[in-house]
C-alpha cells in the first residue's frame, strides 16, 4: 500500500511563513510527479506546485515568486516553502503523487489526506 502524509500545516498572519512536507511510503517502485494542491471552501481544487523527478517546476501564477517546491528522491519527499503569505492562501492543502506501486506497470495518482492552513489578516 502507498501513503502520502503532510506535515507542517497551521495558522500563521499575513506576511508570515509556513514551510509543508510531505513523505511518501509504502510499495513504491517509481515516483513521476510530486505536487501540491489546495481547495479553499466553495471552489474547485487547484494546482499549486508541482515537480517533476528531473526537477522540472510548475506553478499557480498566484504563488509564483512566494513559495518554492523541492523533493528528494531517495527519501521520497516534496515541500513546500511557503512566504509572504495571504488570506488568500487559506485553505486545505492536499499532496499528490503520480507514481507507480507495488506490481502496478501503470501510472496511479495518490493522495494525502489534506493539512489546513489558515492565514489571518
Known amino acids: 500500500q502507498v501513503e502520502l502524509v503532510e506535515s507542517g500545516g497551521g495558522s500563521v498572519q499575513a506576511g508570515g511563513s509556513l514551510r509543508l512536507s510531505c513523505a511518501v511510503s509504502g510499495s513504491v517502485i517509481v515516483i513521476n510527479t510530486m505536487g501540491w494542491y489546495r481547495q479553499a471552501p466553495g471552489k474547485q481544487r487547484e494546482l499549486v506546485a508541482v515537480?517533476?523527478?528531473?526537477?522540472?517546476?510548475t506553478y499557480a501564477e498566484s504563488v509564483k515568486g512566494r513559495f518554492t517546491i523541492s523533493r528528494d528522491n531517495a527519501l521520497k519527499v516534496v515541500d513546500l516553502q511557503m512566504n509572504s503569505l495571504a488570506p488568500e492562501d487559506t485553505a486545505v492543502y492536499y499532496c499528490?503523487?503520480?507514481?507507480?506501486?507495488?506490481?502496478?506497470?501503470?501510472?496511479?495518482?495518490?493522495w494525502g489526506q489534506g493539512t489546513q492552513i489558515t492565514v489571518s489578516s
Open positions: 499528490n503523487s503520480d507514481l507507480r506501486a507495488g506490481v502496478s506497470f501503470s501510472w496511479s495518482q495518490y
Open positions: 515537480i517533476t523527478r528531473s526537477g522540472d517546476t
